[in-house]
């Protein structure tokens, strides 16, 4: 009767968006906690302020390019066989003000970067000068107004804004933050998490495996991918089959993490008692028990002692997907307000894959790069297979209305080892 009543559960799936709609409503609340950090350890993390700039970029008129800042009017309708002379009445140090004006049939030497002189409104480039002497150039290409060299706030303008709350900062973002003086940046506080794997078969990594057992691979795979998408981990422990055993290290889990992930024991088997436990800690419990996708449907969802508790299933490419199509996507909104999409390639498929039955389906895919752009293969394994981890650059969702996608037809991989 237990195997039956557990099996009957998991007949009631719940869709993503569904389990989406019922996080927000338990764990929508929750607050998010703030930290400044050093700019040398912003990368990866979740802002939490909005970055604006407090000046205009350039903040003074800048060259950008290596010459003479002149007025305009002086050069027009010149040319190699008929050039203007002009007298040199000075020099722009970098990194100093200008300290001299240009008035007509003037002309100031200035280099990349340096500051205009008032008077002038455009540069001549130092290759279409010859000189005459130390006072005399002849100019022998016309420079257009406002030409040469860059206006106050003609990057940005003061006040504008870069980053908005929630925002993950990337490689080229942290030369943002330095050219707007942010040495220190408010972000998000990673959240802790504990992951706990279940079964009597499994064995941590340094140790030799004997008959029937297998080494932890999802404790240490599902932690990789938590912290690349910004979380810490607090602990990593297994537990064998048993129930006291289990809730006690559940119960500590939960105790001193934000969110406690368990490897194993969401099925409908005999020893598979993780909903049991969960809803041993009180209402609500369970609250999801069962998605409807392939792989990843035998998942569990809910809360206990306020904090969430995610059942993943025991097979890795099962637990995986489950992680980055649900648990990734919770973590990045509730813990650090981030909704961006995930980055996706767009791929022609190279053979059919069949779906449907009503659940949505995702396959996993190894990418080909040729002449026309990109080729997604499907990885064709036994399920529980780790091979398919060394092979898989990414995945393919398929809606649950389709009955699948023919070879040939392009489609959107979302990368697995993906960060920007």
């Known amino acids: 009767m237990v195997f039956m009543e557990k099996k009957i559960k998991l007949l009631n799936v719940d869709t993503i968006d569904e389990v989406a709609v019922k996080f927000g409503t338990y764990f929508g609340k929750m607050e998010k906690k703030t930290e400044y950090v050093g700019i040398r350890e912003a990368l990866g993390r979740y802002c939490a302020e909005e970055i604006k700039a407090e000046m205009a970029m350039p903040e003074f008129r800048r060259a950008v390019v290596d010459g003479y800042a002149v007025q305009a009017k002086d050069t027009f309708c010149v040319s190699d066989s008929v050039p203007v002379l002009l007298t040199v009445t000075g020099a722009v140090e970098m990194g100093a003000a200008a300290g001299i004006d240009v008035s007509a049939g003037e002309a100031v030497y200035v280099p990349t970067g340096g500051m205009i002189p008032k008077g002038a409104d455009a540069m ?168 409807a996708i392939k792989p990843g449907k035998p998942t569990i969802i809910g809360e206990a002692l306020g904090k969430p508790i995610v059942g993943l299933p025991g097979h890795p490419m099962s637990a995986i997907i489950v992680f980055k199509v649900v648990v990734e996507a919770f973590i990045r909104k509730t813990f650090f307000g981030n909704e961006e999409e995930p980055f996706q390639i767009l791929a022609a498929i190279s053979e059919n894959i069949h779906a449907g039955e009503g659940r949505t389906q995702f396959q996993l895919v190894s990418l080909l790069r040729g002449k026309e752009g990109y080729t997604a293969v499907p990885i064709r394994a036994k399920s529980g297979s780790i091979s398919q981890l060394m092979k898989a650059d990414g995945y393919v969702r398929i809606d649950s209305l389709t009955e699948g996608v023919y070879a040939g037809n392009q489609v959107l991989v979302t990368l697995l080892n993906y960060n920007p």
């Open 124 to 291: 001549v480039m130092i290759e279409y000068v010859d000189h005459l002497d130390e006072r005399t150039i002849a100019v022998n290409r016309a420079a257009a107004p406002n030409s040469g060299f860059m206006n106050i706030g003609d990057d940005f303008n003061e006040n504008a804004q870069f980053f908005g709350k929630g925002h993950r900062l990337s490689v080229r973002d942290i030369g943002v933050l330095a050219i707007l003086g942010k040495s220190k940046v408010l972000v998000y506080q990673k959240p802790a998490i504990s992951i706990i794997s279940t079964g009597d078969e499994l064995i941590d990594v340094n140790e030799v495996p004997g008959p029937g057992q297998i080494r932890d691979l999802n404790s240490y795979t599902i932690s990789a991918f938590a912290e690349a998408a910004g979380a810490m981990i607090n602990e990593i422990k297994i537990v064998h089959d048993d129930f006291d055993k289990f809730r006690t290290t559940i119960e500590s889990a939960l105790n001193k993490s934000d969110l406690v992930i368990i490897s194993g024991g969401s099925s409908a088997g005999n020893k598979d008692f993780t909903a049991d436990i969960i809803n041993s800690f009180g209402k609500p419990g369970v609250f999801t028990h069962g998605l």
